[in-house]
C-alpha cells in the first residue's frame, strides 16, 4: 500500500510539474501571439502606407500623362499651322516666280517681296527646327520621368508583395503555434 502511495505521489509531483510547464507554456504562447499582433498591425499599417503611397504615385503619373498628351496634341497642332504657313509660303514664292517672269515692268518690285518671303520662310523654318528640338528634350525628360516612375511603382509593389507573404508567413506560424 506504500508503493502505491509512494507512486501516488510520484504522479501528483509529475502532473503538478506538467501543470506548471503547461501553465508557462501558455503564457508564453499568449504572449508571442499578442507579440505577433503587434507586428502584424504594424505591417498592416505599413501596407497601409505604401499603398497610398502607391496610390499617389499613380495619381501624379497620370497626371504627368495627362500634361504629355496636351503637350504632344499642341505640338501637332503647332506643326500642322507652321506646315500650313510653310506650304502656303512656298505656293506665293512660286507664283512669285511665276509672274516675275511674265512681267517684266514689275520686275524689281517682284524681287524684293520675294527675298522677304524667304526671310519669313527661313525664320518660320527656324522656328520649326527650335520647336523640334524642345519638343525631343520634352519627349526624353518624360520618358525619363516615366522610366523613374515605373521602376517606383514596381519598387513598390515588390516591397508589397513582400509584406504580404511576411504577414501569411506570420500567419502560419501562429496558427502552427497554436
Excluded: C, P
Aim: a negative charge; zero cysteines; proline letters at 0%.
Amino acid at each position: 500500500m506504500e508503493e502505491i502511495r509512494r507512486k501516488l505521489e510520484e504522479k501528483e509531483d509529475e502532473l503538478d510539474k506538467l501543470r506548471s510547464e503547461f501553465d508557462e507554456f501558455v503564457e508564453s504562447s499568449k504572449e508571442l501571439e499578442l507579440a505577433m499582433e503587434e507586428e502584424m498591425k504594424s505591417k498592416d499599417k505599413e501596407i497601409k502606407t505604401l499603398t497610398t503611397r502607391l496610390e499617389s504615385e499613380s495619381k501624379e503619373r497620370k497626371t504627368l500623362q495627362e500634361k504629355w498628351t496636351k503637350a504632344e496634341m499642341e505640338r501637332q497642332v503647332q506643326l500642322t499651322a507652321l506646315q500650313k504657313q510653310i506650304d502656303t509660303l512656298k505656293d506665293n514664292e512660286g507664283r512669285l516666280k511665276s509672274t516675275n517672269a511674265k512681267l517684266e515692268i514689275e520686275n524689281e518690285e517682284l524681287q524684293s517681296r520675294d527675298r522677304r518671303m524667304e526671310s519669313e520662310i527661313s525664320a518660320l523654318q527656324t522656328k520649326l527646327d527650335d520647336a523640334l528640338e524642345k519638343i525631343a528634350f520634352l519627349e526624353q525628360d518624360n520618358e525619363d520621368m516615366a522610366s523613374g516612375l515605373r521602376e517606383t511603382n514596381q519598387r513598390l509593389m515588390d516591397e508589397i508583395r513582400d509584406l504580404k507573404s511576411e504577414i501569411l508567413a506570420l500567419k502560419r506560424s501562429a496558427i502552427t503555434q497554436d
